[in-house]
């Protein structure tokens, strides 16, 4: 059974950077897909950034694109989401998820497992 569990998450003011990690246990982060997705108050979960390890391409929302990265420790079994330039509307619970393999990396059915969230505020 493969678990997630994001952490890193936290308050910090428009135009600072943060860096959440999703720590995977059960299997290897690089069996997966991997995507993370975020999900505002009164708003649905949105697609925000995804890879595919194998041939290491990467997919970003165009709200993220040139501020947001993704990336894979092996030896923690972790992958982490640099953001970077933040803005207040970047505020919301911000999830991991890890996919067999997706045919869609935007669409969340895609993927199979889902870790609990991480909160992240972006105020003055």
């Known amino acids: 059974q493969v678990q997630l569990a994001e952490s890193g998450g936290g308050w910090v003011q428009p135009g600072e950077s943060l860096r959440l990690a999703c720590t995977v246990s059960?299997?290897?982060?690089?069996?997966?897909?991997m995507g993370w997705f975020r999900q505002a108050p009164g708003k649905e979960r949105e697609f925000i950034l995804a890879?595919?390890?194998?041939?290491?391409?990467?997919f970003y929302a165009d709200s993220v694109k040139g501020r947001f990265t993704i990336s894979g420790d092996y030896a923690k079994n972790t992958v982490y989401l640099q953001m970077n330039s933040l803005k207040p509307e970047d505020t919301a619970v911000y999830y991991c998820?890890?996919?067999?393999?997706?045919?869609?990396?935007?669409?969340?059915?895609?993927?199979?497992?889902w870790g609990q969230g991480t909160q992240v505020t972006v105020s003055s």
């Open positions: 059960g299997r290897t982060f690089s069996r997966y897909d």
């Open positions: 890879i595919r390890w194998s041939g290491g391409t990467t």
């Open positions: 998820a890890a996919a067999r393999g997706f045919k869609d990396y935007a669409a969340t059915a895609d993927y199979d497992y």
